[in-house]
DNA sequence: GTCTATATCCTGATAGAC
DNA sequence: GTCTATCAGGATATAGAC
């Protein structure tokens, strides 16, 4: 009966979830209102506070639940590390994988990335999808330096900082100068394969050049 | 006379972008209110009306003076092209300008890269500072091209993207992730080097790594 | 759990007196 | 040019009835 009711409230929390991203992905991340979200819904807005405490509990939500999409969509290109996947293959798969994403989700991306909201800025808890992603990063990065995919003398942190640059570089440029373009016709998107190899040829431990194709993926090295 | 009154006007007009940047400073470009701005000033909201005809004319304001302001420091680095200036020095000297200014100037980067203010987005006229700069970098690199310095086969156009991915890419994880870091302190900023030599060995005409220092500089080549 | 009602405050913008 | 007065509406949030 308890649990009747708890997923009942859970359903609901969903609703005002998946209505506020609505609501947002017309107006801007700053246009978010809780008014609106409660017109939407068919109910008044003090009932959006039987559900969350503040607009502020609701923008962590958001902020939370986006990391933790972003993440889930990650897994499977990480899983491939173990089953032997090249350094250009994973970084091109990683970097389509969130700027796609971004670029999808363009509100809930702003929110994310920069802090749009005045006053708001995101709780500890819920940047703890966020930071679990680059420590995924990271370990991605040192397991393609174990197997002697990148120069052993790179800065595993260092490689996870230029690799962030350049996933944030792509979906800033893309937002604000072609706002509404997917991830296959945007012109920054569509450099993300020269990023990778500009980055290969900077840690990949290969030397030379040869060892890249135009496109930005890498022939398969044998271990 | 009338000379007087424009003085004037135009004063009142510099005080009132001022004001409206102060504001945005503590609180987010978002959170940019005129009453804000009035009540700083010492005058009624309605008393900015004879200035500005709305918020949106303001914001304008604020953008084109912000890509002017940066396109004036850029000067310099371009003049140092008919001296003779290589790709390297160039690079950096230009993108530690950018991003130096961006951290220094948070709210309004923000205005200028961004879409922060739910219903505004900067009219055409304002753009025209913008779209000077671009070209001014498009100049640059084609000068670059012609003196053998990048390579002749590359694509200027292109070029010009990848270098806003890295501008806008290092001001975006900045100013997100460690804010009020500046230039020097900031561990994205610190990138910077890095990401000229990626830049370099990429569309750089040298092909030998060894024609790059370590941070991001480059040989002179005679030409 | 949801409602009505309300508190409190702020927003951008306009009309018209001085 | 700046003011007062005001419009018309929005915001977040709380108290208490049903």
Redesign the pocket.
């Known amino acids: 009966m308890s649990d009747r009711?708890q997923a009942?409230?859970q359903q609901?929390i969903d609703e005002v979830v998946a209505t506020a991203l609505e609501v947002m992905a017309e107006t801007g991340a700053a246009g978010?209102?809780?008014?609106?979200v409660a017109k939407r819904m068919?109910?008044?807005?003090?009932?959006l506070?039987?559900?969350f405490a503040?607009?502020?509990a609701l923008c962590d939500e958001l902020f939370a639940r986006g990391w933790q999409e972003v993440g889930a969509l990650m897994g499977p290109s990480y899983d491939a590390l173990s089953a032997g996947a090249d350094a250009a293959g994973l970084l091109l798969d990683n970097l389509s994988t969130f700027v796609g994403w971004a670029l999808d989700h363009r509100a809930q991306a702003e929110l994310m990335f920069w802090r749009p909201i005045p006053g708001w800025e995101p709780a500890p808890e819920a940047y703890a999808a966020a930071v679990q992603l680059t420590e995924a990063l990271s370990g991605a990065l040192a397991n393609l330096q174990l197997r002697g995919l990148l120069r052993p003398d790179a800065d595993v942190e260092e490689m996870g900082r230029v690799i962030t640059v350049l996933s944030a570089g792509v979906i800033s440029q893309q937002l604000s100068n072609e706002p509404g373009a997917r991830l296959a016709e945007g012109r920054f998107a569509g450099e993300l394969g020269r990023l990778v190899a500009m980055f290969l040829h900077e840690f990949g431990a290969g030397k030379k050049a040869a060892d890249l194709r135009p496109d930005g993926s890498r022939k398969r090295v044998r271990r």
């Open positions: 009711r009942r409230r609901t978010l209102s809780l008014g609106e068919g109910i008044r807005t003090p009932s506070y039987g559900y503040s607009k502020a």
